[in-house]
């Protein structure tokens, strides 16, 4: 983070993920996940001892794959723990798309509408480092309309 900006509130909307937020914003607790703090994310969820469900922003109010394969991830690794359960076909997707896609998720999604979109946009190095798992342990959690840290 640059220094100048340490300290600071900084706003950021974005096309689906604000839309999601508020969304999600009477729930009782809700937290942001990404593939970049996926352990740390699932950890915290464990002990939690709650019921979860995963909404995935999307793009343009579509379905979307990296959003899917991360869903999927949480789900393969929550239900690892044989503490959670799924019947959901969503979640049984998630899951199957993710065990696809792990080995090489940059190449899975090569495809994919919003890596093409990204791509075209040069920020090739903004996918590499969104599909790269555990950068950070940080978690945000939405508290009275901000995202901080937990």
Same mark, same amino acid.
């Given at each position: 983070? #640059?220094?100048?900006? !340490?300290?600071? =509130?900084? +706003?950021?909307?974005?096309?689906?993920?604000?839309?999601? $937020?508020? %969304?999600?914003?009477?729930?009782?607790? +809700?937290? +942001?996940?990404?593939?970049?703090?996926?352990?740390?994310?699932?950890?915290?969820? /464990?002990?939690?001892? !709650?019921? %979860?469900?995963?909404?995935?922003?999307?793009?343009?109010?579509?379905?979307? *794959? =990296?959003?899917?394969?991360?869903?999927?991830?949480?789900?393969?690794?929550?239900?690892?723990?044989?503490?959670?359960?799924?019947? =959901?076909?969503?979640?049984?997707?998630?899951?199957?798309?993710? *065990?696809?896609?792990?080995?090489?998720?940059?190449?899975?999604? /090569?495809?994919?509408?919003?890596?093409?979109?990204?791509?075209?946009?040069?920020?090739?190095?903004?996918?590499?480092?969104?599909? &790269?798992?555990? #950068? &950070? &342990? +940080? %978690?945000?959690?939405? /508290?009275?309309?901000?995202?901080? /840290? $937990?």
């Amino acid at each position: 983070m #640059k220094e100048e900006l !340490k300290g600071k =509130e900084v +706003v950021l909307s974005t096309t689906n993920g604000t839309k999601a $937020l508020s %969304i999600a914003s009477d729930a009782p607790t +809700v937290v +942001v996940g990404a593939l970049n703090n996926i352990d740390a994310l699932c950890d915290w969820l /464990k002990v939690q001892d !709650k019921n %979860i469900l995963c909404l995935c922003s999307g793009w343009q109010d579509k379905f979307n *794959l =990296e959003d899917t394969i991360c869903a999927g991830a949480i789900c393969d690794q929550l239900i690892h723990t044989g503490d959670f359960t799924s019947n =959901e076909d969503s979640s049984i997707a998630a899951k199957y798309l993710y *065990l696809s896609a792990w080995d090489n998720p940059l190449g899975y999604l /090569k495809s994919s509408s919003h890596r093409r979109r990204l791509k075209n946009l040069n920020l090739n190095e903004d996918i590499k480092y969104c599909l &790269t798992p555990n #950068k &950070t &342990t +940080v %978690i945000p959690i939405l /508290k009275d309309g901000k995202l901080v /840290k $937990l």
